[in-house]
């Protein structure tokens, strides 16, 4: 769902007006829309399930929802709006979204937390589900850069310490921001506008001869985001604005006794984490033996920490090349390694971060390291190690957009495919159609135009990025599930041994090449029609030909999609050919060439005389039924033949 960033999220209105205004939004984003319980009568001729009433003022209601939802959207005055979250406000980091809708429903305003609590991407799904404009005052969007805080979100980092507002006012101010990323996706980087305030690395000094390319002084850069799984401490003193991101890169490989408390577990990870002057945001989950599956604490321990629990047998960890196999183990459990082994084996990687270290709790509860001698009476034990991976765990689940773009200009577009587009992480599809959305696209987003002739790997690359988590748009003219990107991305999905649920997969529909040239000629589509592709470049011809001919026999309105390309020049006068032996020479027939778009061309004509018209790979051409007829510049098929015309032919 394309709201469920934002879920639970509350819609407020005070007036009846304001109330119709986010009415929209309880079913396209999902939202519970309240009003004031005076109000409830005058709105009765709304469906009232969508509404919930509230007694009391509204500043009590919104302090109850306040904690408990994700997102707020007002039809309210801004000052009301300003007045009544005042008290409730925290941090930014903790805010929800507040946008703000006038009652008229000309715009969206992100009003309060934009960057980390998503108002500025709430205001732009919303303006597109009502046809509002959005209003962002971030400085970042005026650049077209993603904002400091946010630029690690698609890939799941963590947010670390650092003067988060001095960054953002240094990239706001367009001084120079040198980027030191030691770990984590760098396709962010690819996806910035030319002029952006960013340096990637460290200077070069002393200049090479060949390099023409200047290097930075550093006292030139204001501030540093570094983006590493290094926990860093940042002096208090410097005058260089700095910011951590943590990718989570850390899999912690952990080997316990039967019934180890959580709190050893925690207590010895964050140990070691420490110790390697690592951050705990870092850490992607755990890994250890099947046999730890039903492990209480370190359940308990994942549940609460959002850390996933990954389990593999002992003949899959014994398979794992480690710096400390134990003897013991071995006998005890199958395998000479469970926490090295499983650290390996999780982050697919060769060498530890860190090897084993085995923790006791002394009898005073006090962490006890690799001790000597064995320590009596105690509760349990763990072994820790930690193995870095190549590409960040998201801790998303990722999502396919199959969307339809429609024939032509945004406004052929569906609002629910508008919005989807702007939800995405990613955007994937030929370079023709990403330049008609651009509109919709947003800074931050990783836009992928990929030629024409690669359709294929353009589904794979799109199935990659969602399996990794993030939310992709693959966008297709007309509609995607009609000669369009969506069939071959679920037949690789299938290739792929996919499970039909992750990643998750939503269509959004586009009205088709077919109903676009119907629709600039008239009803020629009245009665039973079929699409035919004309596109030998999938389908045997034999197949194609034995189509049309049926189609043309069984007095089919039919639509012929890719009719003619530079070299495919004979397909159209075969099908021309097989269509005359069953249809009158003047049969009505619509030649629509980029129907919607700035250089469409419309030539009504007859089966007879279609090849005198020129025929591409952007042109539709309908043939008629034996009953539709032209009138004027009309192409109409009568809806039924019980009419006063039912015998005619
Ligand atoms: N998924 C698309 C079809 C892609 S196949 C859809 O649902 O419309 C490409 C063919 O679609 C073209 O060769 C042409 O026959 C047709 N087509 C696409 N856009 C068109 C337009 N704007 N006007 C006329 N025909 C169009």
């Not at 996806?191 to 070069?204: D, M, N, T, V």
């Amino acid at each position: 769902m394309i709201f469920q960033d934002f879920q639970p999220l509350a819609a407020i209105a005070t007036t009846p007006t304001g109330a119709k205004r986010l009415l929209p939004l309880t079913q396209a984003a999902g939202a519970n829309l309240w009003v004031p319980e005076s109000l409830l009568n005058s709105v009765l001729t709304l469906p009232t399930t969508s509404l919930q009433a509230y007694a009391g003022s509204l500043k009590d209601h919104l302090a109850k929802l306040w904690n408990t939802h994700q997102g707020f959207i007002f039809c309210l005055a801004t000052g009301a709006v300003v007045r009544l979250i005042a008290p409730l406000l925290e941090h930014k980091s903790r805010d929800p979204a507040v946008v703000v809708v006038n009652e008229s429903g000309q715009f969206a305003i992100s009003l309060c937390s934009g960057h980390q609590g998503g108002a500025d991407q709430l205001a732009r799904l919303i303006a597109l589900q009502i046809g509002a404009t959005p209003i962002l005052t971030g400085a970042s969007t005026e650049l077209g850069l993603p904002g400091v805080d946010v630029l690690g979100v698609p890939f799941g980092w963590t947010r670390g310490e650092g003067d988060w507002t001095g960054v953002s006012a240094a990239v706001a101010r367009g001084e120079l921001v040198q980027v030191i990323q030691e770990a984590g996706s760098t396709l962010w980087q690819s996806h910035l506008p030319e002029k952006h305030p960013f340096y990637f690395g460290f200077p070069e000094y002393p200049a090479t001869e060949s390099s023409n390319k200047q290097p930075e002084n550093p006292k030139s850069f204001k501030a540093r985001i570094w983006i590493s799984p290094t926990q860093r401490r940042f002096s208090p003193e410097s005058d260089l604005a700095k910011v951590q991101w943590h990718p989570r890169v850390l899999w912690v490989g952990i080997g316990c006794e039967r019934g180890t408390s959580r709190q050893l577990i925690e207590a010895a990870i964050r140990q070691v984490i420490t110790a390697n002057h690592l951050a705990e945001g870092a850490i992607a989950g755990i890994a250890t033996i099947d046999l730890k599956a039903d492990e209480v604490g370190l359940v308990e321990l994942c549940r609460d920490r959002h850390w996933p629990l990954c389990i593999f047998p002992a003949n899959i960890l014994s398979t794992v090349t480690v710096p400390n196999p134990s003897a013991v183990v071995e006998a005890e459990v199958g395998t000479p390694s469970v926490a090295e082994a499983a650290a390996l084996f999780v982050a697919q990687c060769k060498t530890l971060l860190v090897a084993k270290q085995i923790f006791y709790f002394d009898s005073e509860d006090k962490l006890i390291q690799n001790p000597k001698s064995k320590i009596q009476n105690r509760q349990g034990a763990v072994t820790v190690a930690i193995a870095q991976s190549k590409l960040e765990y998201t801790g998303r689940t990722g999502q396919l957009l199959l969307i339809g773009t429609g024939p032509g200009q945004l406004e052929q577009m569906t609002p629910a495919a508008q919005t989807a587009v702007a939800c995405a992480d990613a955007v994937i599809g030929y370079s023709l159609y990403i330049d008609l959305i651009s509109p919709l696209l947003h800074p931050g987003q990783i836009v992928e135009a990929l030629p024409i002739t690669q359709e294929r790997q353009r589904a794979q690359r799109a199935i990659a990025l969602a399996q990794w988590g993030l939310t992709v748009a693959v966008v297709s003219s007309g509609d995607c599930g009609i000669y369009g990107m969506a069939g071959l991305v679920m037949e690789e999905l299938q290739a792929q041994g996919w499970d039909g649920q992750t990643p998750g997969i939503q269509m959004f529909p586009g009205i088709t090449a077919l109903q676009a040239a119907s629709a600039r000629v008239g009803a020629p589509l009245m009665h039973d029609f079929c699409a035919i592709s004309l596109s030998d470049l999938l389908t045997p011809w034999e197949v194609i030909e034995k189509r049309l001919t049926a189609a043309a026999q069984a007095d089919f309105v039919t639509a012929l999609y890719n009719p003619r390309s530079q070299t495919r020049t004979q397909q159209i006068v075969i099908a021309q050919q097989i269509f005359l032996k069953y249809r009158q020479p003047n049969t009505p027939v619509a030649i629509v060439r980029s129907a919607y778009r700035q250089d469409e061309e419309i030539t009504i004509t007859t089966l007879e005389k279609l090849l005198n018209t020129p025929i591409d790979m952007v042109t539709t051409v309908l043939i008629g039924n034996q009953s539709t007829r032209t009138y004027s510049d009309w192409m109409i098929t009568p809806r039924g033949y019980l009419g006063f015309d039912a015998d005619s032919e």
